[in-house]
């Protein structure tokens, strides 16, 4: 079991990572075929409404991903329309989780409200007894438009009950941005647990994946400045789907 947490600046910018949603629906639809050059910086920028550092940012993200090579003198030039559907999650700030964020999209089969006994409230490390409102499904790859990679449980404080439908109406968004827009609250802490587990019957026929296969079980707390925790996600991978890793620096010591 590995264990992270990052602290955040306040509410993090999704505005790139929407963007290169979008940019990535339009080479996997055919809208922008292999071989072609995409906009340069400042036509993205006029025709999305975005400066040209979300449009850096944005371009950035493609170009890890595969879709995309950038030449000077030459453009922005799309090389592939299905890069390897595997990835790596990589984590040193809470940025970085906006990032990763932009690679899934949120596929909601069910919402109910939950009252946590202690199986339950042990595995998520939260009080016994709390009541949260609990949104079942996947998580779809957004460069393949329906790929599941994941299961996921997500987990809303009941009394966040009322962003029920801004959460299902956004699968796109991370839902702790979604909170903090709905209910003017900084996200200021996200900790992050790493468990390795083995994938039962149940998910590997939702995941296409083989049962009794290893996975990666991903359970996060996003917390407010006075450390309540307003979400909780429970996100189950098959591990050959995943690789999360951490960037640690260290403190400079006093001699």
């Known amino acids: 079991m590995t264990e992270a947490s990052a602290a955040t600046g306040g509410a993090a910018?999704?505005?790139?990572?929407?963007?290169?949603?979008?940019?990535?629906?339009?080479?996997?639809?055919?809208?922008?075929?292999?071989?072609?050059?995409?906009?340069?910086?400042?036509?993205?920028?006029?025709?999305?409404?975005?400066?040209?550092?979300?449009?850096?940012?944005?371009?950035?993200?493609?170009q890890d991903w595969g879709y995309i090579s950038r030449k000077k003198a030459v453009g922005t030039i799309v090389e592939s329309a299905n890069p390897d559907a595997s990835y790596t999650q990589s984590f040193g700030t809470a940025e970085d989780l906006v990032r990763v964020a932009a690679t899934e999209i949120r596929s909601i089969d069910a919402v109910r409200n939950v009252t946590l006994d202690r199986a339950e409230a042990r595995l998520l490390e939260a009080p016994i007894g709390s009541e949260w409102l609990r949104f079942s499904g996947t998580r779809v790859d957004a460069r393949k438009g329906s790929t599941p990679v994941a299961h996921a449980d997500i987990y809303i404080d009941a009394s966040l009950a009322h962003l029920a439908d801004t959460i299902r109406n956004n699968p796109k968004l991370l839902v702790s941005a979604l909170i903090e827009r709905g209910c003017g609250v900084a996200i200021a802490e996200i900790r992050q647990v790493v468990h390795g587990v083995l994938i039962d019957a149940r998910l590997a026929q939702v995941l296409g994946a083989e049962a009794g296969s290893a996975g990666l079980r991903l359970i996060r707390h996003y917390k407010d400045a006075q450390g309540r925790i307003l979400e909780i996600t429970d996100t189950i991978y098959p591990a050959d789907r995943v690789t999360v890793a951490f960037q640690l620096k260290r403190s400079r010591v006093q001699a």
């Open 13 to 62: 910018s999704t505005r790139y990572a929407e963007l290169a949603s979008t940019l990535v629906r339009d080479i996997v639809e055919g809208r922008r075929v292999v071989g072609s050059l995409l906009p340069t910086e400042h036509e993205l920028a006029e025709q999305h409404g975005v400066s040209r550092h979300t449009v850096r940012a944005a371009l950035k993200l493609l």
